[in-house]
């Protein structure tokens, strides 16, 4: 049985790590070459800026902060729960 030390999947790291898998020409001195991906994807890339967009202030905050590795945990809160063994909507709190 594996042990879990309580940290979040590093998600960035894996993706980085899945790409030099697929497309390992994209990488040169260890960084990546964002022109070079798109040369491999046929220059599919729109560079037009006007397109729809769902945006708002803080959005690249928010996906840094999304990809940082957590220690937090959900619990069940049993206790603040209703109907704790019959009902489909419990109620959790992070910890």
Do not use: H
Not at 14 to 41: A, H, R, T
């Amino acid at each position: 049985m594996n042990k879990l030390n309580g940290k979040s999947l590093d998600i960035v790291s894996e993706n980085v790590e899945k790409l030099k898998e697929l497309f390992p020409e994209v990488f040169s001195e260890g960084k990546f070459d964002f022109e070079k991906l798109e040369n491999e994807l046929g220059k599919f890339v729109d560079k037009e800026s006007e397109r729809y967009n769902f945006t708002w202030n803080g959005k690249q905050e928010a996906k840094k902060i999304a990809q940082t590795s957590s220690t937090g945990a959900l619990r069940p809160c049993e206790e603040e729960s209703k109907n704790w063994d019959t009902t489909q909507n419990l109620y959790y709190r992070g910890r």
